[in-house]
């Protein structure tokens, strides 16, 4: 099993930047992608931002150029943490962001249980 936990959301003015923080703990050594997700009120949950194992990303092309995703890995190898910098944020990034994580040979997905973004003046 992979438990991820999210921290790091709140309230920010347009313009702003807000870090978020995802630590992965369990059997992350099978997740050979992590990334973020979001969902907005009254929409369907989308891509924001993903990495790999061997560092690729992938990002919307909403968020291209603004947000940075990283992943670290603990020398042990028992967490991962991911962070998601988010720089000139606008109204539209207001949404719950989800940590997410995917074993690809199982084909299994995990989700946090999300953190709350608000972007407003």
Do not use: H
């Amino acid at each position: 099993q992979v438990q991820l936990v999210e921290s790091g959301g709140g309230l920010v003015q347009p313009g702003g930047s807000l870090r978020l923080s995802c630590v992965a703990s369990g059997f992350i050594f099978r997740l050979n992608i992590m990334g973020w997700y979001r969902q907005a009120p009254g929409q369907e949950r989308e891509l924001v931002a993903t990495i790999s194992n061997t560092g690729s990303t992938n990002y919307a092309d909403s968020v291209k150029g603004r947000f940075g995703i990283s992943r670290d890995f603990s020398r042990d190898n028992v967490k991962n943490t991911i962070d998601l910098q988010m720089n000139s944020l606008r109204p539209d990034d207001t949404a719950v962001y989800y940590c997410y994580g995917k074993d690809q040979e199982l084909g299994m997905n995990y989700w946090g249980k999300g953190t709350l973004v608000t972007v407003s003046s």
